[in-house]
């Protein structure tokens, strides 16, 4: 297996695209790695490059997740190709790709995959951090291209490109398609975006999926999405990875019979879009009544003024769990308001004993919020 070091330059960029070409056409597998992460030395020592390969495998995409545990999803070339031909047929056919979320995530590296399936050249967004002034400078050779432009970014992202507007607004807006993914899209989010005349396509979906696998509620083709008796996700399809980097206990109990059993709560509707409520484990157990963090977020996140919210449970000795919210708001918002609008909407229990605000809430990855560090926060509060 074939280490990828990405240091945030094109050149590493173009070395693992290369890499990845060859893996798909049968060759040494990949784990391309963030040589700036502190813990990516600890993922590549997990992963045992040195040691056999799982067969069939042609990317490894190592992460530590929530849990801080390494964790190495093993990808096929067929079920790369099978992801990246089914975003292109629910976009509008096969077109030009800008990459603009880091390449080690499933992301961004299907982002090269597509622009590879396609016969077209990536133009890579580089440096740190993300500038939308930059981006509008990356995207300027995919926007000259004939034919359908794309992109992927996450929602943190287009909020700092509908905030700053200018130049880097206006090339959001001359893609055919942005993907959104590794968080949820708000539907203040989703407005703004419509408002404004970016053409955004949230997209659900993770490592063991190869990037979104459900694309604006609606499973891509040949994806099938049904909850389970616990309204735990369940997938299937040629989308899915085949296990996980030497642990086959986790494979096993992760995938069954052709299914993936996700972390993710869910369920179907009447016109069978895919709703994502939650992760299984954001329920909080607060004087015996489960709450949903997820649905306590989504009433904060719909009170005028709040941009987001997180929504953790503490310990408490009186309650077992304790309520809490992180807040950002683009306004002067009173607490009292926020908390009164969830006991109006989701009852006593659900109603956050503690609203704290914060300019921005911590994250981790692409885009995903940092609930360790949100909880963290409280205690050191």
């Known amino acids: 297996m074939r280490v990828i070091w990405l240091d945030g330059s094109a050149t590493a960029i173009a070395s693992l695209d290369e890499a990845v070409a ?88 299907q982002v090269l995959i597509r622009a590879r399936l396609a016969g077209t050249k990536p133009a890579f967004l580089t440096g740190e951090g993300f500038r939308t002034d930059a981006f509008a400078a990356a995207a300027a050779p995919v926007l000259a ?58 997209a659900y979906g993770m490592s063991e999926t190869a990037s979104g696998c459900v694309y604006d509620g609606l499973p891509l083709d040949g994806v099938r999405v049904e909850p389970d008796a616990d309204e735990r996700l369940c997938i299937s399809g040629d989308v899915l990875a085949h296990g996980y980097r030497l642990a086959p206990e986790l494979t096993a109990d992760s995938f069954r019979d052709g299914w993936f059993r996700t972390s993710d709560r869910g369920r179907l509707l009447p016109d069978g879009r895919v709703e994502v409520l939650g992760r299984a484990d954001d329920v909080i157990n607060t004087g015996g009544v489960k709450v949903s963090a997820g649905a306590v977020e989504r009433v904060l996140g719909s009170c005028p003024g709040v941009r987001d919210a997180c929504v953790v449970g503490l310990p408490d000795p009186e309650w077992g769990e304790a309520v809490v919210a992180l807040v950002v708001a683009e306004q002067q918002v009173e607490a009292a308001g926020l908390r009164a609008a969830v006991r109006t909407e989701l009852g006593t229990a659900a109603t956050p004993k503690r609203v704290e605000f914060t300019a921005e809430l911590p994250l981790r990855g692409p885009g995903k919020i940092d609930r360790a560090a949100v909880r963290t926060s409280f205690g050191a509060g």
Do not use: C
Not at 151 to 169: M, N
């Open 22 to 109: 060859a893996a798909l056409d049968g060759g040494e597998a990949v784990l391309p790695l963030n040589a700036a992460d502190p813990s990516a030395s600890t993922l590549r020592e997990a992963m045992a490059p040195e040691q056999p390969l799982e067969p069939g495998t042609a990317v490894v995409i190592a992460t530590s997740g929530s849990t801080g545990a390494p964790k190495g999803v093993l990808l096929s070339s067929r079920t790369l190709a099978a992801s990246a031909t089914a975003t292109h047929a629910r976009l509008g056919g096969a077109g030009h790709w800008l990459l603009a979320t880091p390449a080690h995530y499933i992301g961004g590296l």
């Open 145 to 202: 291209e004939e034919g359908p432009r794309y992109t992927a970014l996450v929602p943190t992202q287009l909020v700092r490109l509908l905030d700053d507007g200018g130049a880097g607004l206006d090339a959001a807006k001359a893609f055919d398609a942005i993907v959104l993914g590794a968080a949820a899209t708000s539907p203040k989010l989703r407005a703004r975006a419509a408002e404004a005349g970016v053409r955004i396509v949230p």
